[in-house]
């Protein structure tokens, strides 16, 4: 299964090679000459390039671009202590606490577990107190500095070894999950033509500061701009319903503001209006906290009319995130009828 087999791969911010090489193998083998071109910048973020169809009006070919990031957060060696304990910084948002006793592992298949002092020894104000990142070790087992560094070294990506797998009642269960929905439902749009020249973006680094999607907005253009995200849902019993920001269930998630994007009406209600004639459930993302990719492909150029589409997901920026099975294949299902019907997303009203 595609987005299990992305799930699994590890992929921190500034190291998303596997992932890349990944994508760009399953690709080149599922559509061979489909491809127009495959190309990977400077910093990271992999481009690929496929012509649309012709329908005969004689229109000119929009040209569309699909976005999503390959990285995902995680945790880097900063220092080997005498002891040979590893400490470490966060890669991207995680709250320390979800951290503790937490099994983790280095590109290499070493695994470690992260400790903390033990609550018997902590006093009392220390038991109160959410821990920091510089309270925590990771324990790879070694008894000494030098025994440590011959199977680790400063600058070590570390993840978490979360096995993909299906939960519930058609939910799944893995790490990774923001935003590897957005790059699998990418790779199935591009199984398919379209009357639109597509360039799939798959960018770096958006986990630590949009990065890669900023270096991306100093080349490109587009007339119209998809970017696939996953977004927090907090759907739980004892939170207050307006807090809830997406609902898992409820299909993909359109978004009307964030902290980077405000999005252009008349582009939001042909997402509707698509929505609704294909039967395809739809929701909008409540709240304007955090960003995403959008925040600089909007503003590339002379501007890209954006659109940003999200998979809701329980406990995202965690090793164990959920999301609906019907909640990502509704959200491949509307950009595929987007990209169908591309010319009803052209030259809107800006106001």
């Not at 979360?162 to 790779?187: H, N, P, Q």
Request: aromatic share 6%; net charge negative; charged share 25%.
């Amino acid at each position: 299964m595609l987005l299990k087999e992305l799930s699994e791969l590890n992929g921190v911010s500034g190291n998303e090679k596997t992932v890349r090489d990944f994508i760009l193998e399953h690709l080149k083998y599922r559509l061979q000459e489909k491809l127009n071109s495959c190309r990977t910048d400077q910093i990271g973020n992999l481009l690929i390039e496929k012509k649309g169809i012709e329908k005969g009006s004689g229109e000119k070919m929009p040209k569309v671009l699909v976005c999503a990031h390959m990285d995902e957060i995680g945790l880097m060696v900063t220092e080997i202590t005498a002891d040979g304990y590893l400490k470490f910084q966060t890669v991207g948002g995680i709250e320390p606490g979800i951290l503790i006793a937490k099994t983790v592992v280095f590109s290499g298949g070493l695994q470690g577990v992260i400790g903390l002092k033990a609550v018997h020894l902590q006093k009392t104000e220390e038991r109160k107190k959410i821990p920091d990142v510089e309270d925590l070790y990771i324990d790879i087992g070694a008894s000494s500095k030098a025994e440590a560094e011959n199977v680790v070294k400063l600058g070590d990506y570390v993840t978490f070894p979360t096995i993909f797998e299906e939960i519930g009642s058609g939910l799944y269960k893995g790490k990774a999950l923001d935003d590897r929905v957005g790059c699998a439902a990418i790779m199935e749009l591009l199984e398919q033509d379209y009357p639109c020249d597509l360039t799939a973006v798959f960018t770096v680094q958006e986990e630590v500061g949009l990065r890669g999607s900023k270096v991306v907005s100093n080349y490109l253009q587009a007339d119209l701009a998809l970017v696939v995200e996953a977004t927090r849902a907090a759907d739980f019993t004892e939170s207050e319903r307006e807090n809830w920001i997406v609902t898992l269930g409820n299909g993909p998630a359109c978004s009307l503001m964030d902290s980077a994007t405000v999005y252009k009406p008349g582009l939001v209600q042909k997402v509707m209006a698509a929505a609704a004639k294909n039967n395809i459930p739809l929701q909008f993302r409540q709240g304007a906290a955090a960003a995403n990719d959008a925040g600089n492909i909007h503003q590339a150029g002379i501007g890209i009319p954006t659109i940003t589409l999200s998979v809701p997901c329980r406990n995202i920026h965690t090793m164990s995130s959920i999301i609906s099975k019907n909640d990502y294949q509704h959200c491949v299902r509307l950009l595929q009828c987007i990209l169908n019907d591309i010319h009803d997303f052209l030259n809107l009203n800006i106001s």
